[in-house]
């Protein structure tokens, strides 16, 4: 069964660093999410891409997130400066059209110390 | 976007059928009703999704009444491997995923 992997399992980096965390989306699918989930938090949307383009963002992915689709595989999302508090677990989901299905990876775990 | 109240948490022993009950008295038109299931340091994974009435797969039924304003999960005959946080959403189509606190649901032996 196709599976969304993502790419590094950890990572820990130092308050400042850019991180770039990595998701390889279900091969036929064209809708592609960021999440991220604050330990004994809620899971919370952070953006949406579609066609090479961002369709929706909250309030979290501000200036210092990026989302970008560098080929025809992978989709990646890029902290510029990470702050202590974008430690998390951030997931990819994909799904084939705007209606289906969001299918999650399993998840990257993120400290920035 | 349609507001979802689960139980906090749920107990229940190996074998028995365990049912969640979401309400949603505001869901829209256009909402249709997803659950999804949560291991510790894991991904939301998909369990099953409804419109109305009843909905079956391989792993769970959706209870939809006539109203929509309320989802039933049933899980038959769970084991120790159930225990997750289960979460139901309404979602509008072509929407983020927005998730609540979900219900932490303990099997025990």
């Known amino acids: 069964e196709p599976e969304v992997t993502q790419t590094p399992s950890h990572q820990v980096t130092q308050m400042g660093q850019e991180v770039i965390l990595r998701c390889v989306p279900i091969?036929?699918?064209?809708?592609f999410y960021w999440y991220r989930q604050i330990l004994g938090q809620k899971v919370e949307f952070l953006v949406s891409f579609y066609n090479n383009e961002i369709s929706e963002k909250s309030e979290i992915f501000d200036d210092q997130f990026s989302v970008e689709r560098p080929d025809g595989s992978n989709f990646t999302l890029k902290i510029r400066s990470t702050k202590l508090e974008d430690s998390a677990m951030y997931f990819c989901a994909s799904s084939s059209t705007m209606a289906e299905t969001q299918y999650f990876g399993p998840g990257t775990r993120l400290l920035v110390l | 976007l349609a507001k979802t109240t689960q139980p906090i948490s749920m107990d229940s022993y190996e074998g028995q059928e365990v049912n969640i009950t979401c309400s949603h008295n505001?869901?829209?038109?256009?909402?249709?009703i997803t659950w999804y299931q949560q291991f510790p340091s894991q991904g939301p994974r998909f369990i099953i999704q409804?419109?109305?009435t009843k909905v079956t797969n391989e792993v769970a039924s959706l209870f939809i009444p006539a109203d929509r304003k309320s989802s039933t999960l049933s899980l038959p005959r769970v084991s120790l491997s159930d225990t997750a946080v289960y979460y139901c959403l309404v979602v509008e189509y072509g929407n983020k995923l927005v998730f609540g606190a979900g219900t932490i649901l303990r099997v025990k032996s």
């Open positions: 505001n869901i829209a038109t256009n909402d249709y």
């Open positions: 409804g419109y109305k």
């Open positions: 091969s036929n699918h064209l809708y």
